[in-house]
């Protein structure tokens, strides 16, 4: 239920950023600026995680019994 209604706020911002950057764009350009958000898109799908891992793994305390 919870992942349900995640996903539902992430759609409808998703398509409020796509709408408010194309607005942004010159039109004879759009092609050429959303495939590089997409693509930022992308890097954030791959190193936002691995990101978020290794913070975690570096500030966990090593003592802590779930830690490993």
Do not use: D, H, I, K
Request: charged letters at 10%.
């Amino acid at each position: 239920m919870v992942a349900g209604l995640v996903g539902l706020v992430q759609g409808a911002v998703q398509l409020l950023s796509r709408s408010y950057f194309a607005r942004l764009v010159p039109p004879e350009r759009a092609g050429e600026f959303f495939g590089f958000y997409n693509m930022l898109g992308e890097f954030a799908a791959t190193f936002g995680p691995l990101l978020w891992g290794t913070v975690s793994y570096l500030t966990a305390a090593p003592a802590s019994p779930s830690f490993r």
